[in-house]
């Protein structure tokens, strides 16, 4: 099966490091050989592992347990991969030496802070998963700290790239009319149910003029919205709704929507109010968006010149021998 789609969603690989599910547990008996020496560095096994681990994770979440049965223009996921955790860490090495030679280093609360993100990561992974990379919260700092200085570099490149007033302006009068209508605010109710029968009870209840306040109370099924001072009430974009509600149209104000499934629950909607953003803020958005984009590419092009200056030399016996973080049973 093909999906080529999802390489857009991947491609930016993963530069910070994340928790997916709740266990614990000790490591076990752990071999920590060298994996790979990137510029003459050691990569050590542990290391290697935990973006391993980060990447297949955010594998997983784009595409579920059957990405690893897709194919990738002629790659297989686990292929990508091993690529895009190896970008990775070549990644994190040249943020490390500009790092270096431009005397860029964290503070003592960023230390600190990814101390405790490493404590969290540990707490928050499988144990299984904790024995495959060999680490503990503290061999995980340096790593995190690695992460941390990455982020760092990369913003400094970007400040380093200088936008063309006229080309922001340019961008702007290209965009202003898709941005104004992206960017219109909806002001909704909302009132989730995990039973479709009720989301038409509710439905049919609230089109014949019961109080959609009353409503939420009475059936909708998120505990911590209810909790809230204002309940069901949000305010969103657009662009953002009509995406996250895979519809075509805004409904009309006041008009309650038909139930629209999203994972396992059923959203009922009302739209109550649609402002239209003023010219000066679209504007601003505009150039706002426009520059981050400039940046983006400014950065992201100089890490491509520094991971291709780089030697990558492999020891083939440790690292064909490497295991996975996902279910190598999955079938096609």
Known sequence: MKKKGLLCLLAAGVMALSAC????????????????????????????????????????????????????????????????TLNTLQSVIAAMKYAE??????TKEQKEAAAKASEQFVTN??????????????????????????????????????VDDGEKAQYYEQNKA????????????????????KANEVVKKARAGEDFNSLFKEYDVDENAKKAADGGKMSVYKAQFLSSFAME??????????????????????????????????????ETAFVNQKQAEYSDARFAEMIAAQKVEY??????????????????
């Open 178 to 197: 898709q941005m104004k209508d992206d960017y219109t605010t909806l002001e909704i109710d909302t009132i989730v149910l995990n039973d479709l029968d």
């Open 249 to 286: 149209t805004v409904p009309e104000v006041g008009r309650v929507s038909e139930p629209v499934k999203m994972d396992n629950n059923y959203f009922v909607v009302r739209v109550n109010k649609v402002t239209v953003p003023e010219d000066s803020e679209v504007k601003k958005m505009a």
């Open 101 to 106: 030679e431009n005397k860029i280093a964290l």
């Open 21 to 84: 599910s709740a266990d614990t547990g000790k490591t076990s008996k752990f071999n920590d050989e060298v994996v790979m020496k990137v510029d003459g560095r050691e990569i050590m096994k542990s290391e290697y592992m935990v973006y391993l681990y980060t990447t297949t994770k955010s594998f997983t979440a784009v595409g579920g347990d059957d990405i690893w049965t897709m194919d990738f223009d002629g790659q297989t996921a686990d292929e990508l991969v091993a690529e895009r």
């Open 315 to 332: 020891v083939d016996k440790v690292y064909n021998s490497l295991e996975k973080f996902h279910d190598t049973n999955v079938t096609k």
């Open 125 to 162: 992974v499988p144990a299984e998963d904790i024995q495959k990379m060999g680490i503990d919260a503290k061999k995980l700092t340096p790593f995190m700290e690695g992460s941390y200085l990455y982020s760092m570099v990369y913003q400094a490149l970007a400040a380093e790239c200088e």
